[in-house]
Each structure stands twice: as structure tokens, then as C-alpha cells.
């Protein structure tokens, strides 16, 4: 027996949208944005990512970038990932990350059915989620994700 939710949509409101930023290219990065940190992400077999994290006075923006040459054409390319949070969505992050965990033993994840959770004013009006990823997708990927449901990782998505 299915006991899903069935979806209505008469009563559905979509989060809403914050218009998209320009994705910055990292020679071109501008001058409001401060350097914060740099972490390195070594979860991937041939490629290490060198995640910039920036903030300008309001937003957290995460930056990656890589210059490469195609296997397929042999052309170069250059592969840019932009991501931008209130600040405020740190906090909110900390905040919720508990509820991911048993009461009763708190360094045991829950089981399956807290994967995720959504807040539609999780900061700054911008919806924010949070992911499991430990064991969510059929990998053995750590950690936890921070999305923001107001806006768009790259310009032209249709999933953000």
C-alpha cells in the first residue's frame, strides 16, 4: 500500500524565485566580493575541487572553477559552479543539522525517512534545504547539503 501524499494543485505555491546572478568568471570576480576560505573537495577519483567561498556584506557565494581540454574534441574548456546563499543560511544550516540525528544517540543518522528538510523562509525570505547525502543515493557520499531553493546554480536552469 502507497502512503504517499497526494500531490494537489490547487494548493500548491511554488518558493519564490531571486533573479539570477551573472556566473562570474574567476578572472572577472567582482571587487565587493571578499575571500573567506578555500575547501578542498578530494571526494572525486581524478579531480580535486578547490571550492572559493566569498561573501560580499550579505551573500555567502561559493565559487569553482576549472580550465581543461575536452577528450572528446580536444578543445579547451572551462567549467564555472556558482552558488549563492544569504548569510544567514550558515546559521540556519548549524540550526537545523540536529534534527538529521536520533534523540536518543545523537552521532547515529535517522533512518531513511530524514533525508531532508525545507523551510521556505529559511533566511533572508530565500528558501533553503537541507540534504542527507550519507547513504541517500545508493553512495557512499559524506556530509550533508545546503540548498537554496530561491535561486539557481547556473544561468538557464530549469532546476535549482
Not at 534534527?99 to 528558501?127: C, L, V, W
Amino acid at each position: 500500500m502507497n502512503n504517499l501524499p497526494v500531490f494537489d494543485a490547487s494548493t500548491f505555491v511554488p518558493v519564490p524565485r531571486k533573479p539570477e546572478w551573472p556566473v562570474y568568471q574567476p578572472e572577472n570576480l567582482p571587487s565587493a566580493w571578499k575571500k573567506i576560505a578555500e575547501i578542498t573537495d578530494v571526494r572525486f577519483k581524478d579531480t580535486v575541487r578547490d571550492w572559493q567561498l566569498y561573501f560580499d556584506g550579505a551573500m555567502l557565494i561559493i565559487h569553482y572553477w576549472n580550465d581543461g581540454i575536452s577528450p572528446f574534441s580536444g578543445e579547451p574548456y572551462r567549467y564555472v559552479e556558482q552558488y549563492e546563499f544569504p548569510i544567514g543560511a550558515a546559521a540556519w544550516f548549524v540550526e537545523n543539522l540536529p534534527r538529521f540525528f536520533n534523540a536518543g544517540d545523537p552521532s547515529k543518522p535517522q533512518p531513511s525517512k530524514g533525508f531532508h528538510h525545507y523551510d521556505r523562509t529559511g533566511s533572508g525570505g530565500e528558501g533553503l534545504g537541507i540534504s542527507r547525502l550519507i547513504h541517500s543515493i545508493g553512495k557512499d557520499i559524506p556530509g550533508y547539503g545546503l540548498d537554496n531553493l530561491s535561486r539557481c546554480g547556473h544561468p538557464n536552469m530549469v532546476l535549482c
